[in-house]
C-alpha cells in the first residue's frame, strides 16, 4: 500500500508542514529521503501563487514533489488533479496551514486498510488564536470544527471536512470533487453528502492537525459570507431533497422558515440588524456562534431572493 500526501498550496508558506511530512514519511518502511520506493511520497500543488511565493514553493521540492499550476483552479479542482500527479493507492489530503504531530502519518498508515474507503482526522485549534482581533474564526473553529471523535463517529458524514482525511483513489476517482463551484466554501460539504448517497462508509479516527492559521474577523467574516452565497447556489440543485436540509443545518433552518412562510419577516428583521452584528463580530468581544448563525441565515435569505428574482 503507498500513501500520498496532497497539500493544495495557495499564497502561503508550506515549508514547515512539508518539512514535518516528509521526516515522518521517512521513517515509513520502505521510504526514503529522496522518494525512490517509499511508502509515503509528499505531493504539493500550488494553485497559481502569486511570483513572491515561487522561490518558498521551489524549495518543497527538497522535500517532496512540487507541481505549480499557471493559474488558480479552485479548491474543488486542484483537489481533483492530484490523481495525475500522485501514485497511490490512498490520497491523504492536508490544509496547507496544517500543523502535525509525532506519529500523524504512522496513524493514518495503521487505519487504512481493507473494508475502508474514507477515514477523517479531525481538527484542533491553538489557542494563542483565541484574542479579539481573531476571536470570531477561533470561536466558530473550536464550537463548530473541533468535534472530538466519539461525536464525529455518532455522526459521520455530518462530521466531513477536508482540511484532514484520506481517501482510496478509486473512490475519489469515482465521487471527486464537484468543479461546479469556483466560488469559496462547502465543496467539502457536497463531497461528503456525495459520498453518504452512495454508501461510501466514513471511518473517524483520533487524528487531528492543529488549525495553524486562524484568520482575523474582517476575512472570516468576508469568507462566510461568501460560502453562505455558494451554499444558496448548491441547494438550488436539491431542491426536493429533504435529506440535503437535515444534513446542513443552515439549508434546513432556511426550508423550516419557508414552509411556515416566515422567510420574509425574518430576512428583515435580519437586515435590520446586519450592520451591528457586523461591527460586533469584527470587534470580538463577547461574540457567540449562536448570533454568527442568525447573520448566515439573514444571509442565506438574502441569496436565494436573488437567484429567486433571476429565474
Known sequence: ??????????????????????????????????????????VCLDDGSGPEWRERGEELKKWGRYVRLEENVGRSRVRNLFLDYTEGDWLLFLDVDSEVGEGFLARYVEALHEGVDVVVGGRVYDRR???????????????????????????????????????????????????????????????????????????????????????????????????????????ERFAGDERFGERVRLVGAYRRLRRLGLTRPVGWLCELMRRPMESHFRSGNAVSVAQLNFYKLGEFIKAKNKINKNV
Open 1 to 42: 500500500m503507498m500513501l500520498s500526501v496532497c497539500v493544495p498550496v495557495y499564497n502561503y508558506d508550506a515549508r514547515g508542514l512539508v518539512r514535518s511530512l516528509a521526516a515522518q514519511a521517512s521513517l515509513t518502511p520502505g521510504s526514503s529521503p529522496t522518494g525512490e520506493g517509499r511508502e509515503v511520497e509528499v
Open 129 to 235: 488564536g483565541n484574542d479579539d482581533a481573531h476571536r470570531l474564526r477561533y470561536l466558530y473553529g473550536t464550537e463548530v470544527e473541533s468535534k472530538g471523535v466519539e461525536w464525529r463517529r455518532r455522526h459521520p458524514y455530518q462530521s466531513f471536512m477536508s482540511n484532514n482525511f484520506a481517501v482510496r483513489r478509486e473512490v475519489l476517482r469515482r465521487y471527486p470533487f464537484d468543479e461546479s463551484i469556483t466560488h469559496y466554501g462547502h465543496e467539502d460539504t457536497l463531497f461528503g453528502y456525495r459520498l453518504e448517497q452512495a454508501g461510501v462508509r466514513i471511518v473517524h479516527i483520533d487524528n487531528p492537525v492543529v488549525n495553524g492559521e486562524v484568520e482575523e474577523n474582517e476575512e472570516f467574516l468576508a469568507k462566510t459570507v461568501e460560502a453562505v452565497r455558494t451554499l444558496a447556489e448548491v441547494e
